[in-house]
């Protein structure tokens, strides 16, 4: 059965950090990304990294998040630094086993129960 668990996440105050690890259990995936929903808005992609740790992001991300992996530990890992208010959103976990990298929601086959990301200012 596949599982993927986020931690990581929390209340902090806008300039500050957060290191968010996603968990997989029963398989290794081709690429995991990050997506955020905030309330009332779409889920939207965040960052993705692939098998061989080819990197993606999000405009409104870059420069401030760092998306790795460990393989042999089955974990992805999004390093948030320069939190802003409007980082504020609920945080997924996705993974896929296609030899494809994307940053559409449906290109994820599998997904995390979401961590809370709060940031105030």
């Known amino acids: 059965q596949v599982q993927l668990v986020e931690s990581g996440g929390g209340l902090v105050q806008a300039g500050g950090s957060l290191r968010l690890s996603c968990a997989a259990s029963?398989?290794?995936?081709?690429?995991m990304g990050w997506f955020r929903q905030a309330p009332g808005k779409e889920r939207e992609f965040v960052a993705a990294v692939s098998w061989s740790r080819t990197t993606y992001y999000a405009d409104s991300v870059k420069g401030r998040f760092t998306i790795s992996r460990d393989n042999a530990k089955k974990t992805a890992y999004l390093q948030m630094n320069s939190l802003k208010p409007e980082d504020t959103a609920v945080y997924y976990c996705?993974?896929?086993?296609?030899?494809?990298?994307?940053?559409?929601?449906?290109?994820?086959?599998?997904w995390g129960q979401g961590t809370q990301v709060t940031v105030s200012s």
């Open positions: 029963g398989r290794t995936f081709y690429a």
């Open positions: 996705a993974a896929v086993d296609r030899d494809y990298t994307g940053s559409s929601p449906g290109d994820y086959d599998y």
